[in-house]
């Protein structure tokens, strides 16, 4: 064969293609292919590496931009504790000004967190000490550093003083904060009212609640209780089943779904629905005749939904279900739980029944059924829920802002003015009429979410829905744990922050 | 005013880092060899600048005097290391040599604010190695043949990975090392060498199926053992280091794609089959869902660099100590918290500096076997430092390795350094067979031109000389007669090869030796890529113009060397 390369060599030198050839063949044929190293191999050994050393860096930049907040919102991140030892934990204050948490330092240098209004913000400002939780732990990181001028820092430093940390301003409004503390009174529960066009959340409390001043004390009771949970936000991480509420995702799955028929849609009610032996029957067995899809929502008709259920097709009502975020997380940095949508294609007529009426097995959180309430109000688009307005050296410059931010459109201009009508209708004819003579419009949705604890049967009170109908201005949450129906409880508790927003 | 020098001593590291790894990449924009020199010396300056401003840090911090004396035995070190390695070894690679004492001096700086006294530790163990690692090339030069006993080796390793599997201690879930009165030693760091030399030595003539067969089942052999061991992190460095020495020495990329595949096939059963694989693997999904047992250190790592973001909390500013055994396998963690992600993207880039040395030395071995075993080394540097970055940050599992030189490890320090001088060793050793067999065949001087610091590619014809990292995609391009023309002419050297009377030994060489089968117009580039020929006055003529001319000569040349081999079997 070397011969045979050679001659080849010769004979062809002219053409140069051909004698290309003939080298590729002698470099595999040859006999002894450790001589004549060449090094294509090499370079491309090299190319590899480097590659992986590129992808190295690549990740390294990924994480500094795009990780760096959650990870250092992380609850379990102790990292900035170190910074105890240098910075005064800043203050967290409501919108309009009121301290709702600060540290207040003793002649011997003592350090104690001081929350001025105890257990109105217990839940969404939180707490700093055994663990974190709320605003302290989210923004722990900004609390204890500081971007007061290089200046002042070596000042500080001389004076052997500790720096104090940035100061964050919530968008917590206290007024509407009080009012849906006082309105919940002493059920258990949640209120989340949040701007359906920026996305500030202004109000959000949990019941049963605590005395965050007194944490320390209070620990060992707090977390030996399973029962009541006093610890948990229930506004951001209780998961309820949404009863009634749930018909709004029903009704726009069934326009999707049936985009000639539904406003032809027309259903007899008889106050039951029997289907291989599962009845579902309206509220109090109430008789609701002949309605179209509308008049279903708005008197919240169990069997016209029931109905719905079995003509939906189960996986496009899931795939809905989780583009509205069920069984994923919410756009936001506060620590929430996620809603439960379980709905398979091949469930049993009962279950696709019970779960178009929000019974079923889906759970949902007030933060995420305030923000599908937020979405219909904000034509459709979603924007991202957050808690601090802006955050201001401790001395009072402005460090940075935070930007409202659209999440998603998730639902077309169109289908968010059907729904707007449907929820106005509950309003005006419905279950939530309550709501109404105020001198502001509203639109909304109420829920009796049946549950069995224990073995007791009881009713959670729901109610979802935003004021201003033609340009909303507050979309809000309320659940009263075993408040009865939610035009008995959680409207009225609506109404109430409403007033309090327009001063009425 | 103490905060407001840590503060800017913060930056000041980084910028000195950045210029430092710049200079690693633009070094051989030099054209003159005294220029390229003084951006050596200025990389040295760099390094010791860095090194100072973190003890003043480190010492303002800790306040203890101790500090300063450990500083300035550091600097002694640093010093002795850069004259002996420059003056014993001339034509040793210069940047290798900066980045072995740089990777050592960040090393330096990090235990030490981890622990002083595994710091003082560390020094003595790596102050040790470097001594052995100065005397390796030698004794690698005057006994040759331990670097043919691959027999020897792979027996040997195969021995000494067995008997860790068996009767090592288990630390970390994993069994790598052996206590010898008060120090631990892990075996595998040293095997790793060995066994390079093994599985090049069984390659380097693998002419049949049968010898590639044999060689893998002996490296599976390896990987199995520490597969069973629990230590995954050198079973894969062992596994990669394989396929690519068997990649440059078969040329068979279909070889490498069926190992990749039966090594992916045999990492998904790995995952169902131990649940110590299992544990890396979900920790590395989500660190968060089992944080307390094992997304513990994950995430503190990943707080770590989040802590640090780009420019770092400033040496002693962070708490890179929350992560457990952050000094062996967290070290870029550790780094990336306190002297921030910029000085961490450095870091990287100049251990990739090291390992594109490592083959641009493999580059200009023209004995196949040397070429084996240094680009082996060089995969196994690179992978170690891929597995230890990368399951730091969460890009891949974590494997539990150390980076090398910079993290604490006598072990590591030890096999590191000894890597870097065996590669540095072949490459004289070369020189020096070169020398005998230019001796009686005349014309060879030229081979003394070479100079390893000349540059990577050496003006190489495809790699073009501005740019020596970012050409090589003229590989491919190849093409015996366009890619040569211009730069380096052979017009001389070609008529000094072709004569037949100028090469009576060739038959005589066997196996080992370099020229043998040069001929083939498919061979010339080693020699142009590794520039061995690129004396000052060759650059008359391209080979196209004299690739006729030059024909007959060359063939007379190859055929007498071919019959010769052939008499020879």
Known sequence: ?504 | MSNLIIQVSKYLIIILMALYTFQCFTVFSQKDEDDRNFVFLRQNTLMFFMHFVAFTVLYLEMGDVMVLFFYGSQVIYLVATLVLFRNLYPLASKLLINNMCMLITIGFIMITRISYDKSVKQFKIVALSTVIALIIPIIIRKLRFITKMYWFYTMAGIGLLALVAIMARTTYGAKISFDIGPVSIQPSEFVKIIYVFAIAGLLSNAREFKRVVIATALAAVHVLILVVSKDLGSALIFFVTYLVVLFVATKNPFLVLAGILSGSLAAVGAYFLFGHVRVRVEAWRDPFEDYYVNGYQISQSLFSIAAGTWFGTGLYQGSPTAISIVEQDFMFSAIAEELGSIFGICLILVCMSCFIMFVNIAMQLTNRFYRLVAVGLGATYATQVFLTIGGGIKLIPLTGVTLPLVSYGGSSALSTLIMFAVVQGLYMLQRDEEKKQSAPAGGQDSYEDYDPNYGYPQSGPVYGDQDPYGNYGGYDGYDPQGGYAGQNGYDDSFAGYGDPGGYPPYGGYGEQNPYDGYGGPDDYDVYGRGGNYAGPGWESGGYEEDYGSQGGERTDGYGKQKRSRRKKR
């Not at chain 1, 590729?24 to 450790?34: A, G, V, W």
Request: net charge negative; glycine share 8%; aromatic share 10%.
């Open chain 1, 1 to 504: 064969m070397a011969t045979g390369n050679r001659n080849g060599a010769d004979g062809k030198r002219g053409n140069q293609s051909v004698k290309k050839i003939r080298t590729r063949e002698i470099r595999f044929d040859q006999d002894n292919p450790e001589v004549g190293t060449r090094n294509t191999e090499l370079g491309i050994v090299t190319y590899t590496f480097v590659f992986l050393f590129i992808i190295l860096v690549g990740y390294l930049v990924y994480l500094n931009i795009w990780k760096v907040d959650s990870l250092n919102s992380n609850v379990y991140n102790t990292k900035h504790d170190v910074n105890m030892d240098k910075y005064i934990r800043g203050s967290i204050l409501s919108a309009d000004g009121t301290v709702l948490a600060e540290t207040q330092v003793a002649d011997d240098g003592t350090e104690t967190r001081v929350y001025p209004c105890y257990n109105m913000f217990a839940h969404a400002v939180g707490y700093a000490t055994n663990g974190k939780s709320g605003i302290e732990s989210a923004y722990n990181s900004d609390l204890l550093s500081s971007h007061a001028s290089i200046l002042t820092q070596i000042r500080d430093e001389s004076e052997k003083q500790k720096a104090r940390g940035d100061t964050l301003v919530t968008t917590l409004n206290y007024s509407l904060q009080n009012t849906a503390y006082q309105a919940l009174g002493g059920y258990n529960g949640a209120v989340l009212a949040l701007e359906p066009d920026t996305g500030k959340i202004l109000a959000m409390v949990s019941k049963p609640d605590y005395d965050p001043n007194r944490i320390g004390e209070l620990w060992e009771d707090l977390i030996s209780d399973e029962s009541s949970s006093v610890l948990l936000n229930r506004a951001t991480q209780g998961l309820y089943p949404p009863g009634s509420i749930f018909k709004i995702l029903t009704a726009l799955s069934y326009m999707r779904q049936k985009p000639g028929a539904y406003q032809n849609f027309s259903y007899e009610c008889t106050s039951e629905l029997t289907k291989e032996g599962v009845t579902i029957s309206c509220y109090n067995h109430t008789v609701h005749g002949t309605e179209d899809l509308k008049a279903a929502l708005s008197h919240s008709c169990n069997t016209a939904f029931a109905s719905i259920g079995l003509e939906l097709d189960s996986g496009d009502f899931h795939t809905l279900c989780e583009e509205f975020l069920f069984n994923k997380a919410l756009p936001t940095t506060l620590m929430h739980s996620t809603s439960k949508f379980t709905l398979e294609d091949k469930a049993s007529y009962g279950e696709r029944m019970m779960t178009a009426i929000g019974q079923g097995s889906t759970l949902v959180t007030p933060l995420h059924m305030a923000l599908i309430a937020a979405t219909v109000a904000n034509g459709g688009i979603m924007m991202r829920p957050y808690m601090v307005d802006h955050m201001e050296t401790y001395d009072g410059d402005l460090v940075s802002t935070t930007k409202p931010s659209a999440y998603k459109r998730l639902m077309t201009t169109e289908e968010a003015r059907i729904l707007k009508e449907f929820m106005t209708e509950t309003v005006t004819a419905g279950t939530a009429t309550e709501l109404g003579g105020y001198g502001f419009t509203a639109a909304g949705k109420t829920g009796s979410a049946e549950f069995v604890l224990n073995g007791e049967e009881g009713t959670h009170s729901w109610f979802i829905g935003f004021s201003n109908v033609e340009d909303p201005d507050l979309a809000v949450a309320v659940i009263a744990e075993n408040g009865g129906t939610g035009s008995d409880t959680a409207v009225p508790i609506a109404a109430q922050i409403f007033r309090t927003y327009y001063g009425v």
